[in-house]
């Protein structure tokens, strides 16, 4: 019975630590003011033609709203915002769902944000969906986006697009 005890103490101070040694929190207010500093228009090539992105900070300055439109997609629309500490996504897709990603990494001297599923809206199981999201934010007139589609648990195809500033 001692012994018991004794193994479910150093069970919860085990986990007490490792609750204790969360990797490094992002800088969610810094990684948001890096992002808004795409507002404007963005080209990009694609296998399917010119991929034409639109950004704008609406909200008083809380939301950034990327239009993205895919030759024979049509438009697609991802909300970035603030969630208390943590910067969210969510991106309404030609799918017909709604996945919401949480920015994992933000590292600012490289401009890389990398954004992880965390749910979804109107998902049905096993049905595809962007499920992770990555910018590299080269400088004022260039950024590349990489976005992983998942469908029955698997990655089946990723979408990594090289964008230039048109205004």
């Given at each position: 019975m001692k012994i018991k005890g004794l193994l479910i103490s150093v069970l919860l101070l085990a986990g007490t630590a490792l609750a204790g040694s969360n990797p490094k929190q992002v800088d969610?207010?810094?990684?948001?003011a890096r992002l808004k500093a795409l507002a404007g228009e963005w080209e990009a090539d694609s296998p399917k033609g010119k991929v034409q992105n639109k950004y704008e900070v609406i909200a008083g300055g809380s939301v950034l709203l990327e239009?993205?439109?895919v030759p024979g997609e049509g438009e697609m629309i991802?909300?970035?915002?603030?969630?208390?500490?943590?910067?969210?996504?969510?991106h309404y897709c030609m799918a017909g769902?709604?996945?919401?990603?949480?920015?994992?990494?933000?590292?600012?001297?490289s401009g890389e944000v990398n954004f992880a599923f965390a749910g979804a809206s109107n998902l049905a199981p096993g049905a595809g969906h962007m499920h992770n999201a990555s910018f590299h934010?080269?400088?004022d007139n260039r950024?590349?986006?990489k976005w992983d589609f998942?469908?029955?648990?698997?990655?089946?195809?990723?979408?990594d697009m090289h964008f230039s500033r048109v205004k």
């Open positions: 969610a207010g810094a990684a948001f239009h993205i439109n991802t909300a970035y915002h603030l969630d208390g500490d943590k910067l969210v996504l969510t769902n709604q996945p919401h990603m949480v920015a994992e990494k933000f590292d600012s001297p934010l080269v400088s950024f590349d986006a998942f469908e029955a648990g698997k990655l089946k195809f990723s979408e």
